[in-house]
């Protein structure tokens, strides 16, 4: 065949080889990535490498014992293993993280691909609702909502979603916006195409690399939410261990045992760090553009 | 320009009738009521009494508009959980603590997130820009009663430098308003980092170099004026953020402040209470976004005079 004589001597590159070459070369995203594997890993495999149930009062009699060999991070008022309650926490946080943001992702991509591709009247309305979530601040309308529903880790899911919709449902409309006025959509819109198959076929195709931001995106700011909640008394009601919770009970106990106190507040914190250190690395690599934002 | 304000006057208002709307409706629909017989063991007439009294007994699309009637009067009614004073009172009480510690921080935060910012973006790749973005992301990421928390146990705990929490004398003042001030300290950093490298690439800075300015005068005569659209734009709204309280940090370092009143309100179905805090942070979005768009237009010839924003 003379098409493999003429191929040129560089091979043709696609551009995930770019953001991957772009990804690598971020450091703190790679390590991020380390870390967050690690933590799903450790959530996954929780009940092989903790040496009791989350929920089992079995060290009644070492109650608020400090970290030793034998238990890694000490045992809570409840004579709990606080070692196995913060590995359980992270199956509550890393789920809640992510159904919140799939569920983002769901509303959000119809609702960005009709502002965009219509405009108009229809990108009027669906901006009028996103300046309404815009004024009320996320978290008082959750504790609102909290309360309306009771809680629970469903509901918790279902609030983080609505308040994560906006930013996806943003990144997608203004992607669709720019797509929408090439040619390819163009010769698709004279050959007959439907709208929905436009949308459909083309343009969520072509916003592939928002999408997966605004998913990444949204997942620690639902953890935030969750712990926040949770924190508050008002999210994930207990014995579920949720590191939220576990904060909140820690501040009585600071003063004298401060175990209680730093790991949840740790892992907290070294996960939502994580996952955005993870994102914006994933960000910067599949969307150059709009790196810094 | 007037004619773009009015258009935003009016759909500012629209979305703030729509919130309250939505907001007592939702209220409204939280099971149980105020006056619920484990909270109030009296008798059934008595709590019909009290109800009637307090317009309970109204249905829901009457009572939603004589308190937007009150509202209009600036009358937020009687918090039930303390009716010896008006809510207004209440409000004006509470307020205090989350202004003076909010209000603080920001003052604090902000400047220094913004000297921050432009030390970063001037000496790019340097130590002092890898260690202004490691501080921003920190500060943006790591909720607020996590930074409070570890506040708490290293400066009061273990080198007991300062106290815990409380109220009143100035010492006890310190790590709230750090706490606070972490968060616009962060949001500056980022913002005034991007917003000036963004600026130092356009060609008109490489034409005022090759004219032979200083490069100080280059600097904060031109590159900061030109990045600060985005720094006036955030700062409304991040004001607010903070100066309306924290319900974490005023948790964790047991201010008297506003924050507290947003949990209670909910839990005892404080109506009034509740209906006004929401009320006074929604209006204060509305009106910080509304101001933050007109400067933005006057700042922004490009806005102004293109009509369409």
């Not at chain 2, 307090?54 to 039930?80: A, E």
Request: one cysteine or more; hydrophobic letters at 55%; charged letters at 10%.
């Amino acid at each position: 065949m003379t098409s493999e004589a003429v191929a040129p001597a560089y091979r043709q590159r696609n551009p995930l080889w770019f953001a991957w070459r772009r990804f690598a070369g971020n450091k703190a995203a790679i390590v991020a990535g380390v870390v967050l594997a690690l933590l799903i890993l450790m959530a996954i495999f929780a009940p092989l490498i903790t040496p009791a149930p989350p929920d089992a009062q079995l060290f009644l009699t070492e109650a608020l014992a400090f970290p030793s060999a034998e238990h890694w991070f000490g045992v809570d008022n409840l004579g709990r293993d606080f070692y196995t309650r913060i590995v359980y926490g992270a199956r509550v946080s890393l789920t809640i993280g992510f159904a919140a943001a799939a569920f983002s992702v769901i509303i959000g991509i119809p609702l960005g691909a009709l502002a965009g591709y219509f405009g108009g009247r229809t990108d009027w309305v669906i901006m009028r609702i996103i300046e309404l979530f815009s004024v009320v601040p996320p978290l008082l309308a959750a504790m609102l909502l909290g309360a309306l529903t009771r809680g629970g880790y469903f509901t918790i899911v279902l609030i983080a979603a609505l308040f994560g919709w906006v930013q996806v449902c943003l990144l997608v409309r203004a992607q669709v916006k720019a797509f929408r006025e090439k040619e390819f959509v163009r010769a698709a819109q004279a050959l007959g195409a439907s709208p929905w198959y436009i949308i459909r076929r083309h343009l969520i195709p072509n916003s592939i690399s928002p999408i997966i931001v605004g998913f990444v995106l949204a997942i620690p700011l639902a953890m935030m939410l969750e712990a926040s909640l949770s924190f508050l008394g008002i999210g994930v009601p207990p014995p579920t261990p949720t590191w939220g919770q576990m904060i909140n009970e820690g501040i009585d106990f600071m003063f004298f045992y401060w175990h209680l106190a730093v790991f949840p507040t740790a892992a907290l914190a070294i996960t939502v760090l994580a996952t955005t250190l993870f994102g914006d690395g994933l960000r910067d690599a599949l969307d150059p553009t709009l790196k810094g934002r | 320009m007037i004619l773009y304000i009015l258009r935003r006057l009016v759909s500012v208002a629209v979305t703030f009738i729509v919130v309250s709307l939505i907001i007592f409706f939702m209220m409204h629909a939280i099971p149980g009521g105020p006056f619920d017989a484990n909270d109030m063991p009296v008798s059934e007439a008595v709590r019909a009494k009290l109800m009637a009294q307090l317009g309970l007994d109204q249905p829901l699309h009457v009572q939603y508009l004589r308190y937007m009637w009150g509202v209009l009067h600036f009358d937020f009614g009687v918090p039930y959980q303390s009716p010896g004073e008006t809510v207004t009172q209440l409000l004006s009480r509470a307020w205090v603590p989350s202004l003076v510690l909010g209000g603080l921080g920001v003052i604090i935060g902000a400047p220094l997130g913004i000297l921050l910012g432009m030390a970063a973006a001037l000496n790019r790749n340097s130590w002092i820009d890898y260690f202004a973005s490691t501080l921003a992301t920190l500060g943006l990421t790591i909720p607020v009663f996590v930074t409070s928390m570890l506040l708490i146990l290293v400066f009061a705990v273990w080198l007991n430098w300062l106290p815990a929490s409380g109220w009143g004398k100035p010492e006890r003042w310190i790590l709230p308003i750090v706490a606070y001030a972490l968060i616009p300290l962060a949001t500056y950093a980022r913002y005034t980092r991007s917003a000036m490298l963004d600026t130092l690439n356009r060609p008109f800075v490489t034409v005022l170099r090759a004219k032979g300015l200083s490069e100080n005068r280059i600097v904060f005569q031109h590159v900061l004026r030109n990045s600060a659209i985005p720094l006036v734009t955030v700062f409304l709204p991040m004001f607010i953020g903070t100066a309306t309280g924290s319900i974490f940090v005023e948790a964790m370092f047991r201010v008297p402040g506003l924050g507290a009143y947003f949990v209670s309100s909910i839990e005892g179905r404080d109506y009034p209470l509740e209906m006004a805090l929401m009320l006074m942070i929604t209006f204060m979005y509305c009106i910080a976004y509304l101001l933050s768009d007109i400067v933005y237009a006057l700042i922004n010839p490009r806005i102004r005079v293109g009509g369409e924003p």
